[in-house]
């Protein structure tokens, strides 16, 4: 994960990049329920646009695929980019967002 602040003031814009095991597919299908008003504005970019004026753009990586012997795991990069959202703004965000994308396993 990697994270750069622009600036400390509440206008300020906080980039994160994570690594997600999901294929675009996934992304498209689970996302509008995590955030119904974000829009599609291009193939692998959607953006989240709150009345109270903050911003939220995010950018999918091309698909890879992890091969583990026979087993293919699809994963991309995701590229969060907040626009005057504060610490905690944001951790409630991925606290939601990661778990309406965590998969069963025990």
């Known amino acids: 994960m990697t994270e ?6 509440s206008d ?9 095991g999901l294929s675009h597919g996934d992304f498209r299908r689970i996302f509008p329920r995590v ?7 291009a193939e692998r970019n959607f ?6 004026g ?5 950018e999918l990586s091309p698909e890879h695929v992890r091969q ?3 087993l293919k795991i699809s994963f ?7 626009a005057g959202w504060d610490a905690r703004q944001r951790a409630e965000f991925f606290e939601k ?3 309406s994308f965590q998969k069963g396993g025990g």
């Open 4 to 9: 750069t602040i622009a600036d400390g003031t």
């Open 12 to 20: 300020s814009i906080v980039e994160i990049e994570r690594e997600y």
């Open 35 to 41: 955030e119904p008003d974000a829009e599609q504005i």
């Open 47 to 52: 953006r989240l646009l709150h009345v109270d």
């Open 54 to 58: 903050r911003g939220l753009d995010i």
């Open 68 to 70: 583990l012997a026979s």
């Open 76 to 82: 991309i990069e995701i590229r969060f980019r907040f």
């Open 97 to 99: 967002f990661d778990r």
